[in-house]
T-cell receptor, first 113, second 113 residues
Framework: DAGITQSPRHKVTETGTPVTLRCHQT?????MYWYRQDPGHGLRLIHY???????DKGEVSDGYSVSRSKTEDFLLTLESATSSQTSVYFC????????????FGQGTRLTVV | QKEVEQDPGPLSVPEGAIVSLNCTYS??????FMWYRQYSRKGPELLMY????GNKEDGRFTAQVDKSSKYISLFIRDSQPSDSATYLC?????????????FGKGTHLIIQP
């Protein structure tokens, strides 16, 4: 699992509430990513980070924010969850900055009701 | 038109058969091509990657890239029931960490014992 832990693994939340998902890695990789996976869309990049306090937007960043205050932790926040954000969220790291060696966590299944 | 097209299947074949999985893409800037395997309710697992055109072999798996046709393939020889999973192709232009991966939607493969 490349030392990646996502928490929580499952969450049900109500529309309009804030939600934070956590990704923790144990190997000090510089690059970390958040993807979402939806039927009919595949995996899509939300945000990524290239170092502490260094983040950038991906393809589907609207409604999401991220923070990285420590190398090992990358947080994804839904400020006000909507039903369209019901999805499976995956954190990933890339080894030595090469996205040809990107490894994924086990995912967080989020349901917004 | 999506950047990466992949038939979602399901593709059902008998044990021992040779499996061919394919993706087409439209962005000629893609140079790095990855294949991931994803079991149900698990994170994607990197199988192999290929740079530019050509073949790469790893055990029972062979990845093939034809950049002139914008077509990539993954062949699985002597298929086993444990190969039953969803196979995702992914691509990037630079291979660098700041270049997020573009995924196909995945092909659901079933190997019948």
């Amino acid at each position: 699992d490349a030392g990646i832990t996502q928490s929580p693994r499952h969450k049900v939340t109500e529309t309009g509430t804030p939600v934070t998902l956590r990704c923790h890695q144990t190997e000090n990789h510089r690059y970390m990513y958040w993807y979402r996976q939806d039927p009919g869309h595949g995996l899509r990049l939300i945000h990524y980070s290239y170092g502490v306090k260094d983040t950038d937007k991906g393809e589907v960043s609207d409604g999401y924010s991220v923070s990285r205050s420590k190398t090992e932790d990358f947080l994804l926040t839904l400020e006000s969850a909507t039903s369209s954000q019901t999805s499976v969220y995956f954190c990933a790291i890339s080894v030595q900055g090469r996205n040809t060696e990107a490894f994924f966590g086990q995912g967080t299944r989020l349901t917004v009701v | 038109q999506k950047e990466v097209e992949q038939d979602p299947g399901p593709l059902s074949v008998p044990e021992g058969a040779i499996v061919s999985l394919n993706c087409t893409y439209s962005n000629s800037a893609f140079q790095y091509f990855m294949w991931y395997r994803q079991y149900s309710r698990k994170g994607p697992e990197l199988l192999m990657y290929t740079y530019s055109s050509g073949n790469k072999e790893d055990g029972r798996f062979t990845a093939q890239v034809d950049k002139s046709s914008k077509y990539i393939s993954l062949f699985i020889r002597d298929s086993q029931p444990s190969d039953s999973a969803t196979y995702l192709c992914a691509m990037s232009a630079s291979g660098g960490g700041a270049d997020g991966l573009t995924f196909g939607k995945g092909t659901h493969l079933i190997i019948q014992p």
